[in-house]
């Protein structure tokens, strides 16, 4: 199984803290002045980091799966 986790970049992070305040299980601190995933075993990919980024540094990958119907 393929782990998932918010992808930080931290060339656009400008180190507001907006992303680690808002990180309901404070998986999320900051490294050198940047935003980093220090505790990736506690996030719950809730997107509460994505959504108030200001400078869209936060993004969270997902998968898209189609189901089709089956035919009889």
Known sequence: M???Y???DR?????CG???AAC?????AQV??????????LCTYCTACET?????AIEL??????IEEAHE
């Open 6 to 8: 918010p992808q930080l």
């Open 52 to 56: 108030i980024c200001p400078v869209g």
């Open 11 to 15: 060339n656009l992070c400008t180190g």
């Open 61 to 66: 990958p997902y998968l898209i799966c189609k």
């Open 24 to 28: 309901p299980t404070g998986s999320l």
């Open 32 to 41: 050198d002045g940047k935003a980093t995933l220090a505790f990736p075993d």
């Open 2 to 4: 393929t782990e998932w």
């Open 18 to 20: 907006d992303c680690i």
